[in-house]
Every structure is written in C-alpha cells, then in structure tokens.
C-alpha cells in the first residue's frame, strides 16, 4: 500500500516576508506601488497631534485596506479590520498595522473630499498612460439601497399625522387601564401595556423633534414636494426593477477606450433626468469639443437636449421608443418571459388612437380637407392659435360623418357626435430637439455609435455589482455615500491600470 507524508494543519509560527507576499502583477501590488506615488496630503487637515496626543495610523495605510477590501467585495469596516489581522495578504499591504473598526469606518466616512482629490491623481496617472480615449463618454447610473429605512418616508403632512396618531393610541390605552380599576395601579403598571405606551411616547417624540429640525419638506424638481426620510433625509425612495428601495443613484462617466471612469459620484434622486447636466459638468475637464456623450432613455428629456445643443455638446441620447422603432428588434417581445397573470404590473390597454390633423389631406387653397374617408371638410370661419401658431379650423357638413364607418375612429364621443371638426396649422412649429435626436439616433451612424455604449458602460456596472460584491451603500449622507462611490470607481480604475501595466 502506497504511503504518504502527513499533512499537519495545526497551527504555527512560520517566517514571512511581508514584502514578497505582494505579487507582481497583482492587485494588492499595484495598490501598494500607486499609492505611494500620489499626494494624500489632503488627509492632513483631520489630524490635529502635531505637538501633542498619540500618533495616528497612517492615511497611505489605511486607504490601501480600504481599496483591497473593497476589491474583494469586503465592504463592513469589521470585515476589514479581521482581515488586517488574520489575512497574510492585508498584514504585508498594512505592515501588520492592525486598525481598529471604528478607525476603519471614520476614515471612510469622512473623507470625500480626499477620496475626490486622489480620483483625479489617478485619473491623471492614467491619461498619461494613454488609457484615456476622449472619442466617446458613456453615462449610466445603478440605484442601490443605503443604510435607510424606506418605511420612516414620508411628507412632513405625514409625519404629522402619524405622531398624532401614536399619542392617541398611547392616551386610549392608558385611559383604558386606568378605566378598569381606578384602584388597581397593578393595571396601569402592566409591564407589557406600559412598555408600549412609552415606545409610542418615544417614537412620537422623536417625530416631532424631526419635524422641529426640518420645517420644511424636500422640494422636487418640478415645484413638487419630494419625500423626506428620518432616517437619512438626503437619500430618496427610488424605483427599480425588484421594488421600491430606499437608498442612492450612483452615477459614472466612462469613457471608451479602456472603459475608465472618469466621473462617479452619488445622488439622493431616482430622477436621472436631473442628473445630466450635473454629471457633465463634473467631467467637464476631462472631456473635449468633439467627445461624444452617450446615455439612456432615462436621461432624455427635451429640456436637457435643449441645454446640450445651447452648449454646443455632441451627444447621444436614447428615448423610451428607441428600440421600436429599430427593426433588429422587432421579434424580441416573443423571447421574453410571459409576466405572472398573478402579478401583472402592465399596462391596461389605452384608447385607440383617433384620427390627427396630419391625416386630413388641406386644399392648395385652404378653402377645404379632405378626411381619410374621402369626404370634404370646409371652412368654417373660425380660426384659432395652437400653441402660438395660427391654425384654421374646419367642419364636416351635417349629415357628412352620420353613416360613415370611420366614426369610432375619428370621434371621441361616436354615439353623440354629429360631424368632425380639425384645426390644421397654417404653419408647422420646427422640429424639436427631441425630433432632432430620434432622427440622429435612427441613422445607421447613430445606431453604430450607440451600440458601443452597451460595451463600454454596461461591463463596468458588472464588474463593480458582481465581481466587487456592491448591493448597497453602508453609510448615511449623501457626502458619505459619494465618498464610498468614489471609493469602489477608484478601485476599478486601478485594476484597469494593473492589468494594463501587466498586459504591456
């Protein structure tokens, strides 16, 4: 019988050589070589033990945990502090620092704006390395759930009225009790019963010192009042495709070359039609006259494509019609699943649509049109003006619509209507910017173009979502959160630079 060597896993003290242990090519030593190479002079203004007090652990150590961890899917502060204490791997990147949790969360937490600073180090680090295209920029932006409770959402109106409601079900009970027996104090010291009316008490304190704090509720975009939230009033409810959730967009810029991103920041809005402008504004610098800006539907509105032609932008972006309009896409409705009869969430059928102006045939000489059944409309001396322009109005002769077999599609009210009335401009409004970019994005050019978005944004999202393990954002404020955002765009930024370094 064959005979092996023992395999003993016990535990013991072995030699190791804490330098050796970062790879070359490796993520852990390209993180370690790179940081070292870049200004964290912006982590300074925290520390005030120039003269006094103990000293603190290094920011270069800290932020090379941070981004190590943060490349293995470790997000909690715990998690990180475990593993600059047990991995090899984060004892050699530390020196075998052995930062505290709390230590590990502060530094996150507190320092956006250094985070900021050392993005656009890196950034600049890989422009020189020619991994910076600027032919094309492609916008996206994932909604994840923050450290917020959806449930304490809510106007100020609400809110209201819910603490009013828990000081009347807090009062009813203890009028309850004290109703039963007047001389039993036994009863109104019921543990349970008493335990509840203080909880009711406490939570509707806490409501009304909220609203004592915040006098006025969040304003929307459109002058609409926006819900606020007690437990992070700068998060926001936002709609995605598995449910409502309480959290914050995090948006990036990409650019194509090398799918870098070269602006990522977080958002308290489930608007990305908001976030447009902003978020171009941010990467102004990086970008040049001639890069093109692809985005989605969600992004398209005719008052941000107004904005991007005032600016002189060349941009890209989608409308909800988009792929309907493309034939390659014209039998994809038969490969998707069939939605649950049980839970149905599509639309009810609308109304069918009417016949239009546009399907009114006018006369040379405006002196009729002729309807899509072939009959004469004639004027009727009445003109008016549609939304600034002049337009005629014409009307069907008495007796013209009462047998004709386009009624239901031509009347509103078919069984009441006598006869159709049209009004057709006398001089059609230009084509709008949004006419603009439907024309640009049907082009063969436009459909090239945006295609290449898919590729350049939509691989980025995978690599930050499922390879870095991000399903939602572990801090509160909307500063915290950037920070963190920024913080996950910095670590795939540095791969991307790691294995290009290794590739060439």
């Known amino acids: 019988m064959a005979r092996y060597r023992h395999i003993d896993m016990s535990p013991r003290l072995l030699p190791v050589d804490l330098q050796a242990q970062l790879v070359p090519g490796s993520f852990a030593h390209a993180v370690h070589h790179l940081v070292d190479q870049l200004d964290l002079s912006a982590f300074d203004a925290h520390y005030r033990n120039d ?32 593993a600059c204490r047990d991995n090899v791997l984060f004892i050699a990147l530390t020196g075998d620092a052995k930062p505290h949790f709390t230590t590990i969360a502060d530094f996150v937490s507190r320092s956006r704006g250094a985070i900021a600073t050392v993005f656009a180090q890196v950034l600049t680090l890989l422009d020189g390395e020619g991994l910076i295209g600027r032919q094309m920029f492609a916008i996206d932006g994932v909604k994840l759930p923050s450290n917020a409770s959806k449930h304490r959402s809510g106007t100020r109106a609400e809110f209201l009225a819910q603490a009013q409601k828990m000081e009347r079900a807090a009062t009813t009970m203890l009028e309850r009790h004290q109703a039963n027996d007047a001389g039993a104090a036994e009863d109104v010291r019921d543990a349970k019963a008493a335990e509840r009316i203080e909880r009711l008490t406490r939570e509707a304190t806490k409501i009304r010192q909220w609203l004592a704090d915040h006098p006025q509720d969040r304003p929307g975009s459109r002058g609409k009042v926006r819900k606020s939230n007690r437990t992070d009033n700068e998060s926001a409810k936002l709609a995605t ?33 908001e976030l447009l402008l902003p978020v171009l504004d941010a990467c102004a610098e990086q970008r040049t006259a001639s890069t093109l800006i692809t985005a989605d539907a969600g992004y398209h509105s005719e008052a941000n494509l107004a904005a991007l032609a005032d600016q002189g932008i060349d941009a890209l972006i989608a409308d909800h019609a988009m792929r309907r309009r493309d034939e390659r896409f014209a039998g994809q409705d038969e490969r998707l699943a069939k939605p649950d009869p049980l839970h149905d969430k599509s639309r009810t059928p609308g109304k069918p649509r009417l016949f239009g102006s546009e399907d009114f045939i006018i006369a040379p000489d405006q002196s009729h049109v002729i309807c899509p059944a072939g009959k004469r409309l004639h004027r009727n001396g009445k003109d008016c003006t549609i939304g600034g322009y002049a337009a005629i109005k014409f009307r069907a002769p008495d007796g013209a619509c009462k047998d004709c077999p386009l009624r239901a599609k031509c009347l509103r009210k078919p069984e009441t209507t006598r006869s159709r009335q049209v009004a057709v401009l006398t001089r059609k409004a230009g084509p709008t910017h949004s006419q603009r970019m439907r024309e640009r994005i049907d082009s063969a050019w436009g459909r090239e173009q945006y295609g290449r978005r898919f590729a350049t944004v939509e691989p980025v999202f995978g690599n930050v979502r499922a390879n870095k393990r991000l399903n939602r954002f572990t801090l509160r404020g909307q500063a915290k959160v950037d920070g963190q955002w920024k913080l996950f765009a910095l670590v795939h930024n540095i791969e991307k630079w790691a294995n290009y370094r290794k590739a060439a």
């Open 51 to 82: 003269d006094s007090g103990a000293p603190a652990h290094a920011p270069t150590m800290l932020l090379k945990a941070v981004l190590l961890a943060y490349s293995q899917g470790m997000v909690s502060s715990r998690s990180i502090e475990r």
């Open 241 to 273: 495709d598995k449910g409502v959730i309480q959290g914050y967009c995090g948006v990036a810029v990409v650019d194509a070359r090398h799918q870098v991103i070269v602006e990522a920041s977080a958002h308290g809005t489930g608007a990305e039609q």
